[in-house]
Nanobody, 127 residues
Framework: QVQLIESGGGSVQAGGSLKLSCEVS????????MAWFRQAPGKEREGLAAISPGAGSIRYADSVAGRFILSQDDAENTLSLHMNNLKPADTALYYCAADCSGCDAGSWFVRSNYRIWGKGTQVTVSS
């Protein structure tokens, strides 16, 4: 059974950086579309960055493009999100997701398309 375990969340001041990691267990190698989402209190879960199988393509939401960088380490079975120039608006619970049913059609940031989810890691950015 594939499981996703997020880590790396914490508290940081505005302008700071954090690196989130998503460990993929239960399989050897990453063969899924994978993504990072976040959800702030009272808001919808928002797709931030996603990567295609084999790391051929990466997409970013406009809200994080130029500040966040997605990377995949096949040897470690890990998906990382490097977050720079953090803002208070980035405060949220961050989730890793995998196995996307609609990504081949271009819908990389639709929450309901992903079958496997981690439990999330909290990021808090203070001003």
């Amino acid at each position: 059974q594939v499981q996703l375990i997020e880590s790396g969340g914490g508290s940081v001041q505005a302008g700071g950086s954090l690196k989130l990691s998503c460990e993929v267990s239960g399989i050897t190698g990453i063969y899924y579309y994978m993504a990072w989402f976040r959800q702030a209190p009272g808001k919808e879960r928002e797709g931030l960055a996603a990567i295609s199988p084999g790391a051929g393509s990466i997409r970013y939401a406009d809200s994080v493009a130029g500040r966040f960088i997605l990377s995949q380490d096949d040897a470690e079975n890990t998906l990382s999100l490097h977050m720079n120039n953090l803002k208070p608006a980035d405060t949220a619970l961050y989730y890793c997701a995998a196995d996307c049913s609609g990504c081949d059609a271009g819908s990389w940031f639709v929450r309901s398309n992903y079958r496997i989810w981690g439990k999330g890691t909290q990021v808090t950015v203070s001003s």
